[in-house]
C-alpha cells in the first residue's frame, strides 16, 4: 500500500487550503483514513478521521469546525479542507490508512498514530502571519 500526500503550501493567515492522499495498492474502500500533523519540535498529533464509506468522521478538538475531512472511493483519494488557517496550523500534514476491522469510532482508537499500519510522507503545511 502507498500513500502520497500533496497539496501542502505557503498560505497566508486566515487562508484556505485543501492538502490530498492518493491511495495504491490495495481496496481502497476498505481503509479507514486519518490525517496527522507533526508542527516542529512537538509529536505527531491527529487531525481527523473518515470512516471506509465516508458516512462517519471525527475530528481533533483544536480544528473541529475549521478542518473537514473527506473522501473519493472512486479516485482513492482522502482529501482534508482547511480553513481559517492559523500559524499554529503550521507542520507536516500526514495521512494513515487503517485496516482495523474493530474498533470505538472514537478519539481512544482513531487518534492513535499506532492504530494506522501505513502512512504517507507528508506534505508541509505552512501559515505565514
Known amino acids: 500500500v502507498q500513500l502520497q500526500a500533496s497539496g501542502g503550501g505557503l498560505v497566508q493567515a486566515g487562508g484556505s487550503l485543501r492538502v490530498s492522499c492518493a491511495v495504491s495498492?490495495?481496496?481502497?474502500?476498505?481503509?479507514?483514513m486519518g490525517w496527522f500533523r507533526q508542527a516542529p519540535g512537538k509529536e505527531r498529533e491527529f487531525v481527523a478521521a473518515?470512516?471506509?464509506?465516508?458516512?462517519?468522521?471525527y475530528y481533533a478538538d483544536a480544528v473541529k469546525g475549521r478542518f473537514t475531512i473527506a473522501r473519493d472511493n472512486v479516485k482513492n483519494t482522502v482529501y482534508l479542507e482547511i480553513n481559517s488557517l492559523k500559524p499554529e496550523d503550521t507542520a507536516l500534514y500526514y495521512c494513515a490508512a487503517s485496516l482495523q476491522t474493530s474498533y470505538t469510532w472514537s478519539g481512544s482508537d482513531l487518534g492513535s498514530p499506532e492504530w494506522y499500519a501505513y502512512w504517507g510522507q507528508g506534505t508541509l503545511v505552512t501559515v505565514s502571519s
Open positions: 495498492g490495495r481496496t481502497f474502500s476498505n481503509y479507514v
Open positions: 473518515i470512516s471506509k464509506t465516508g458516512g462517519l468522521t
